[in-house]
C-alpha cells in the first residue's frame, strides 16, 4: 500500500526498492521543495539588498520604526520581533520533540507536541498581524515633498519624534470625504489624512520647536537634523501629508522599504499560516491513529522538514529587516 | 537512518545523552545567539558602527555570521541533515549557497553601480 517504505527483499536499482541518497521518496521531494522555496526567498532577500544598496544613504533605520509592543506605550526597539522569533524557534523545537515521540510510536506525546507547534505559529502569525497593522496606522506622520521624499518631524528640545497633531494648525477649510450619497456617478477617492499639507507648514512655522529630520543618514549613523532656518526653506516642498504605510507611499522614507517589508513578511506569513493548517491535518491524523496503522511517522517528519524550513527563513528575515 | 541520530555537537565538544536532549541543549544554543543579537542590536557598540570590513559595517558582518550559524544548527539538528548521507547533504547546502552567492554578489554590485550614478550623476533625486 505504501509506495514510501521499501517491502521488496531484492534491494536492486530497477526493482523499486531502491531509496537514492538513503532518503525516502517523500521526504526526497520535500527536500527538493525545500531547497526551490529557499532560492525564491533569496531571490526576495537579494532584491530588498539591492534595493537597500541603491538608497544605501536614506534608507530607513529599523529600530526606529518597529518600535512597539501590545498593550505597553513607549519606545522598544525589537523587542517584540525577539519574541517572535523565539516564539517560532519554540514552535520548531516542540516539532522536533513531535517528530522524536514519532520515531518511538509514541502517540500522545505526539499529539501533545503538535498541539503545542500549532499553537506557536498562531501566535506568530497573530503578531505578525498585529505587526502589519501597526506599520499600516504609522504613529507620527510625515510630509512628502514634490521629489517623492519623506520629511519627519523632530522636537527640537527633547530630540523626540513629533507627530502632526502636536504642532499642527487647525484652519478652516472645505475638505470633506467623498461619499457614495453625494455623486451621481461615483468613484472612491483617496480618504483624506487628518491634516492638509497647509496645516502642517503653518503648524511649523508658527512653533520654533520644531525641526524637519531628512531622510539622508550621517556619518553616526543617523538621520540627518535640519536647523530651524534650513527646515523653513525645506518645508517649500511640501507636496503631500503621509500617514501610515501603504504600497505607494509611506510616513518611515523609502517607499521600496514598505514594499519590501509588505512582500517579504507576507510570503513568509502565508508559508506560517500555510504550515499551521498542514500540522492541523496532521495532528488529526495522529489522533485518528492513521500514522498508527501505518507503522510509522514519517509523515510527521516531511512536515516537521517544512515547518522548520518556515523558521529557518525567519532567523534571515529577522536579520536582514530589523538588524542590520 | 532515521533511528540513529548524532549526538553530539560542537564538534564533540558537548555529548548528549539522548535525542531529546540535544533538542534542548541546540535551543538554549539558539536563545543564547538571538539574545546576542538582540542587545547588539539594540546597544549598538560605537567601535563596532564605526570601523567596516568590505564596505559593511563590522555590526553587520557579526550579523550576518550569527544568523549562518543559527541557520546551520536549525538545518543540522531540527532538520535532522545531521543524520543523513553526506551526498544528500551536500546536494541540498550547496546547490542554494552557491547559486545565492552568485545572485547576491552580481546584485550587490549593480546596486553600488547605481547608488553611485545617483550620487556623481548629474541627476537630482534627493529634494
Do not use: C
Amino acid at each position: 500500500m505504501d509506495s514510501t517504505v521499501a517491502t521488496s527483499t531484492e534491494e536492486n536499482v530497477w526493482g523499486g526498492g531502491n531509496r537514492p541518497l538513503g532518503a525516502s521518496y517523500g521526504k526526497l521531494m520535500m527536500w527538493f521543495f525545500l531547497v526551490s522555496d529557499a532560492l525564491t526567498f533569496s531571490g526576495f532577500l537579494a532584491s530588498y539588498g539591492f534595493s537597500r544598496f541603491k538608497f544605501i544613504e536614506t534608507w530607513p533605520i529599523a529600530d526606529e520604526v518597529f518600535t512597539h509592543v501590545p498593550f505597553f506605550h513607549g519606545n522598544f526597539p525589537m523587542y517584540y520581533v525577539a519574541f517572535m522569533t523565539f516564539i517560532l524557534i519554540m514552535s520548531s523545537v516542540t516539532m522536533v520533540l513531535a517528530v522524536d515521540a514519532g520515531h518511538k510510536m509514541m502517540k500522545n506525546k505526539a499529539i501533545i507536541y503538535m498541539f503545542l507547534t500549532i499553537i506557536g505559529g498562531a501566535i506568530f502569525v497573530g503578531s505578525q498581524a498585529w505587526e502589519w497593522a501597526t506599520f499600516i496606522k504609522g504613529d507620527y506622520g510625515a510630509i512628502e515633498t514634490k521629489g517623492g521624499r519623506i520629511l519627519q518631524f523632530v522636537k527640537a528640545d527633547t530630540g523626540e519624534r513629533a507627530a502632526l497633531s502636536d504642532f499642527s494648525k487647525t484652519l478652516p477649510s472645505e475638505r470633506v470625504d467623498h461619499e457614495n450619497k453625494n455623486g451621481v456617478w461615483f468613484y472612491q477617492g483617496e480618504s483624506l489624512p487628518s491634516y492638509t499639507v497647509n496645516e502642517v507648514v503653518e503648524g511649523l512655522k508658527s512653533n520654533p520647536n520644531i525641526l524637519i529630520r531628512t531622510e539622508t543618514i550621517n556619518s553616526e549613523g543617523e538621520k540627518t537634523l535640519l536647523t530651524r532656518e534650513e527646515s523653513l526653506t525645506k518645508i517649500k516642498n511640501a507636496e503631500l501629508v503621509v500617514e501610515g504605510a501603504n504600497l505607494v507611499r509611506n510616513e518611515y522614507g523609502s517607499r521600496l522599504f514598505a514594499d519590501f517589508f509588505f512582500f517579504i513578511t507576507g510570503f513568509h506569513g502565508f508559508h506560517v499560516f500555510s504550515g499551521v493548517i498542514i500540522n492541523i491535518i496532521i495532528f488529526f491524523n495522529i489522533i485518528l491513529g492513521t500514522y498508527e496503522r501505518r507503522g510509522h511517522y514519517e509523515m510527521v517528519e516531511k512536515v516537521g522538514l517544512y515547518w522548520h524550513f518556515v523558521d529557518l527563513v525567519w532567523v534571515f528575515v529577522f536579520t536582514f529587516f530589523y538588524l542590520v | 537512518m532515521a533511528h540513529a541520530h548524532k549526538l553530539e555537537i560542537f564538534r564533540g565538544l558537548i555529548k548528549f545523552k539522548s535525542n531529546t536532549q540535544k533538542i534542548w541543549g541546540v535551543l538554549i544554543f539558539l536563545s543564547i545567539v538571538t539574545a546576542i543579537e538582540v542587545a547588539l542590536g539594540i546597544s549598538k557598540p560605537h567601535i563596532l558602527v564605526v570601523n567596516t570590513f568590505l564596505g559593511m559595517k563590522l555590526l553587520n558582518w557579526i550579523f550576518i555570521i550569527l544568523t549562518l550559524v543559527k541557520a546551520y544548527y536549525i538545518a543540522w539538528d531540527f532538520m535532522h541533515l545531521r543524520d543523513e548521507k553526506s551526498s544528500l547533504r551536500r546536494a541540498i547546502v550547496w546547490t542554494p549557497i552557491f547559486l545565492v552567492a552568485y545572485l547576491i554578489f552580481i546584485l550587490l554590485f549593480e546596486a553600488d553601480y547605481i547608488y553611485n550614478v545617483f550620487k556623481d550623476g548629474y541627476v537630482t533625486w534627493n529634494f
